[in-house]
């Protein structure tokens, strides 16, 4: 992972089909990761440089010691929804667990939504405020 000291909300969605959407129509923050019911060991962690560029994010699977261990990173800001559906969906048949690692994130790092509400961490944009446009 590019951003090895970054703390992500784990959030759980339901199908490889809704995260495609998810990720494919969507700006998220930069703490944003994503689980897929069923597949509590796999996750799909926001590495982008920017909430503004393409959204890049981390494959990882879970090992031992605490540790997510990172097997590919999809520039899903560049995907249609479709092809997001199917890299996710190959992703999680366990073809790439096999592959050499790319790093590693230790499991604190992920939160559930509860904990990291609690927090204010450095560079998450999801604490940033939207204020309304002055009309």
């Not at 440089?49 to 031992?64: C, D, N, P, V």
């Given at each position: 992972?590019?951003?090895?000291?970054?703390?992500?909300?784990?959030?759980?969605?339901?199908?490889?089909?809704?995260?495609?959407?998810?990720?494919?129509?969507?700006?998220?923050?930069?703490?944003?990761?994503?689980a897929i019911r069923g597949y509590p060991e796999y996750l799909f962690l926001n590495d982008?440089?920017?909430?503004?560029?393409?959204?890049?994010?981390?494959?990882?699977?879970?090992?031992?010691?605490?540790?997510?261990?990172?097997?590919?990173?999809?520039?899903?800001?560049?995907?249609?929804?479709?092809?997001?559906?199917?890299?996710?969906?190959?992703?999680?048949?366990?073809?790439?667990?096999?592959?050499?690692?790319?790093?590693?994130?230790?499991?604190?790092?992920?939160?559930?939504?509860?904990?990291?509400?609690?927090?204010?961490?450095?560079?998450?944009?999801?604490?940033?405020?939207?204020?309304?446009?002055?009309?």
């Amino acid at each position: 992972m590019l951003h090895d000291s970054r703390l992500w909300k784990r959030t759980t969605g339901p199908t490889p089909a809704k995260l495609a959407e998810i990720l494919t129509r969507e700006i998220h923050p930069l703490c944003a990761g994503f689980a897929i019911r069923g597949y509590p060991e796999y996750l799909f962690l926001n590495d982008s440089i920017s909430s503004h560029g393409a959204q890049e994010y981390g494959f990882l699977k879970r090992s031992t010691f605490n540790l997510y261990r990172q097997y590919e990173s999809i520039t899903f800001g560049w995907c249609s929804t479709a092809e997001a559906e199917a890299i996710i969906e190959e992703c999680l048949s366990g073809r790439f667990d096999g592959f050499n690692e790319w790093g590693a994130v230790d499991a604190f790092q992920v939160e559930s939504p509860a904990v990291h509400r609690k927090h204010r961490h450095r560079y998450c944009s999801c604490f940033v405020p939207v204020y309304p446009s002055q009309s």
